[in-house]
């Protein structure tokens, strides 16, 4: 919803949170605790979480933070399990997004771990720009294998590689997740791509063949990071993952019905 100019009723949103929290995903990635200058349609992210069923559902809360401050917010209610922070591996990127280095943002990553560990709370780290930037910023698969074993040596288990403006191919996708799976086993290594139509299938078939059992979507394909780029590129969709499922006879553990009123209501929300 970040993207979006009109701002999106809060009621809506909880309406349509609660059917997808009825669908049966691991996790829900519901609002951010940033600063509503800079994400407004977010800024009614508490109003929202106050109005969630969590009775009937075993689906977990994530929240995206960018800063301690956030952190410190979220970690205050004990119906958010996850924190996410984008962390880029391009510089250009980490400024455009957060106003900070990569080391800066390296040392935020640090206390934000702790403020999770004190509360019990689990932090994501998206690997923003992962595959390849469009700044000219240098990338390397190594350069993603450093950043990843710098996280991993601070406690973090969940690291989504995040390919935020749309950039990877087949080729790097296999090369990173075929090495970092590997290396990495008792890290839970994610998949968090923006793509065109026309090249989702052959992403989401080159992750999948090299270990990745954990993706990013979005209902719709609606989203895409507004910091990346003045165009948007969207999240893949979360019917093409589950058109994808179904192609290669894999389980997805989701209610099938509840699936499709949920794209019923995105229809409404995002028409």
């Given at each position: 919803?970040?993207?979006?100019?009109?701002?999106?009723p809060?009621?809506?949103?909880?309406?349509?949170?609660?059917?997808?929290?009825?669908?049966?995903?691991?996790?829900?990635?519901?609002?951010?605790?940033?600063?509503?200058?800079?994400?407004?349609?977010?800024?009614?992210?508490?109003?929202?979480?106050?109005?969630?069923?969590?009775?009937?559902?075993?689906?977990?809360?994530?929240?995206?933070?960018?800063?301690?401050?956030?952190?410190?917010?979220?970690?205050q209610?004990?119906?958010?399990?996850?924190?996410?922070?984008?962390?880029?591996?391009?510089e250009?990127?980490?400024?455009?997004n957060t106003?900070?280095?990569?080391?800066?943002?390296?040392?935020?990553?640090k206390?934000?771990?702790?403020?999770?560990t004190n509360?019990?709370?689990?932090?994501?780290?998206?690997?923003?720009?992962?595959?390849?930037?469009?700044?000219?910023?240098?990338w390397s698969?190594?350069?993603?294998?450093?950043?990843?074993?710098q996280?991993?040596?601070?406690?973090?288990?969940?690291?989504?590689?995040?390919?935020?403006?749309?950039?990877?191919?087949?080729?790097?996708?296999?090369?990173?997740?075929?090495?970092?799976i590997?290396?990495?086993?008792e890290?839970?290594?994610?998949?968090?791509?923006h793509?065109?139509?026309?090249?989702?299938?052959?992403?989401?078939?080159?992750?999948?063949?090299h270990?990745c059992?954990?993706?990013?979507?979005?209902?719709?394909g609606?989203?895409?990071?507004?910091?990346?780029?003045?165009?948007?590129?969207g999240?893949?969709?979360?019917?093409?993952?589950?058109?994808?499922?179904?192609k290669?006879?894999?389980?997805?553990?989701?209610?099938?019905?509840?699936?499709?009123?949920?794209?019923?209501?995105?229809?409404?929300?995002?028409?």
């Open positions: 919803m970040q993207g979006i100019e009109q701002f999106i809060t009621k809506t949103k909880i309406d349509y949170l609660n059917q997808l929290l009825r669908v049966g995903f691991d996790i829900l990635d519901f609002g951010s605790f940033v600063s509503p200058r800079a994400v407004p349609q977010l800024a009614d992210t508490k109003e929202v979480l106050n109005g969630l069923d969590l009775s009937q559902t075993d689906t977990e809360l994530l929240a995206i933070v960018v800063n301690e401050r956030g952190a410190k917010e979220a970690c209610f004990p119906q958010i399990q996850f924190l996410g922070y984008p962390f880029s591996i391009s250009s990127f980490q400024l455009r106003r900070k280095t990569i080391q800066e943002s390296f040392d935020i990553v206390r934000i771990q702790m403020l999770c509360h019990q709370k689990t932090l994501l780290v998206y690997l923003s720009m992962g595959f390849g930037n469009p700044y000219g910023d240098p698969p190594e350069i993603a294998e450093f950043w990843t074993d996280l991993a040596a601070l406690g973090i288990r969940h690291i989504a590689l995040a390919d935020t403006a749309g950039v990877s191919a087949p080729d790097n996708i296999a090369q990173l997740f075929g090495s970092l590997p290396r990495f086993p890290l839970r290594i994610s998949a968090h791509f793509s065109h139509p026309s090249s989702r299938d052959k992403k989401l078939q080159a992750a999948w063949e270990g059992r954990r993706f990013d979507t979005a209902m719709l609606y989203g895409g990071c507004p910091f990346a780029e003045d165009e948007l590129v999240n893949i969709s979360t019917e093409s993952l589950v058109y994808f499922s179904k290669h006879d894999i389980r997805l553990g989701i209610s099938q019905s509840e699936f499709q009123q949920a794209t019923i209501l995105a229809h409404q929300v995002f028409g």
